[in-house]
């Protein structure tokens, strides 16, 4: 967060209710995003020139209010304005129905892909910069194993998010934000990855690579294009990982293959099929695999 958003506040009994009103607007309007830390509690004092307990009142109240989140080591973090109400009852309807991750899917397919033609459409060069660092640490964990297992959804998260930022949609930075922190808990553990694809880790890199080239050639067509292959060889790996809960491509809507360019068209099973599948048969012997994946009850995997 640049220092410059922070203006000196008039001292009064109402100070605490002063600083968190400046807080929250900046997080309304998207000037310190979601996901990003705030200062230290001294560092907001002093630029606002109030005191350390205004500070420490005002975090209190934001918190209480769903603004910010207390980390363990004392930081706040941003979330997402839908993040409180949103996350949690998804969260456990995904835990109770592991087949919705193909709904997931579908949403992504209409929100993430229109991010990236945005993005293509208005990115500013120090918003391009910020996903071009991102790139960079996909391409390392491209050449490293064990750093892509270990860092690769906080870098996938990044990516996003910086795309969001790109948008110059202050309503889908945060929606976009809330959904991305659904999927990513959702998805089976990286590691899981490996299993379908030995070098899955450089094949992400280079799908995001070209995400980024058609964003900053300013190609919102390619841009759209190159996100619609991703999404499809996700689900494509996605299928293999949680043991084919779809088993054939007539019910799921014909995806053939993540690399060819009829793009994704939302090749996830309705939800009444899935539940009619899930109650026996060879299919429900595959959703109730797709259901160990996830942790046993449809919890993430560990």
Not at 246 to 258: P, R
Request: hydrophobic fraction near 40%; proline fraction near 5%.
């Amino acid at each position: 967060m640049e220092d410059g958003v922070l203006l000196r506040i008039e001292r009064s009994p109402s100070t605490p209710e002063k600083v968190a009103s400046r807080i929250r607007d900046l997080i309304s309007s998207g000037a310190i995003p979601p996901g990003e830390l705030l200062p230290p509690q001294l560092h907001l004092a002093s630029r606002l020139e109030v005191s350390r307990s205004s500070v420490r009142e005002a975090l209190t109240s934001l918190e209480a209010g769903g603004f910010i989140q207390k980390l363990p080591n004392g930081r706040y973090r941003v979330t997402a304005l839908s993040e409180g109400r949103l996350l949690p009852p998804l969260r456990e309807v995904l835990r109770s129905e592991p087949y919705l991750i193909w709904d997931l899917m579908e949403v992504a397919s209409v929100m993430v892909v229109e991010a990236a033609r945005l993005a293509a459409l208005r990115a500013s060069p120090e918003q391009l910069e910020r996903l071009e660092d991102c790139l960079r640490e996909l391409e390392a964990a491209s050449r490293n194993r064990r750093y892509f297992v270990r860092e690769f959804n906080r870098i996938y998260m990044n990516f996003y998010e910086s795309l969001a930022l790109a948008t110059g949609n202050v309503v889908y930075l945060h929606l976009g934000h809330a959904f991305m922190e659904i999927l990513a808990q959702a998805l089976p553990h990286t590691d899981k990855l490996f299993l379908v694809q030995e070098d899955i880790n450089a094949e992400l890199y280079h799908q995001h690579l070209a995400i980024f080239k058609a964003v900053a050639s300013r190609d919102p067509r390619s841009a759209t294009r190159a996100f619609r292959r991703h999404l499809a060889y996700i689900e494509e790996k996605l299928r293999l990982i949680l043991g084919g809960a779809v088993l054939d491509d007539d019910a799921s809507g014909g995806l053939t293959s993540g690399t060819e360019e009829k793009g994704y068209k939302g090749g996830h099973p309705r939800p009444q099929v899935a539940k009619k599948n899930a109650r026996g048969g060879k299919a429900g012997t595959a959703v109730r695999a797709a259901a160990a994946a996830y942790g046993g009850k449809g919890g993430r995997a560990r």
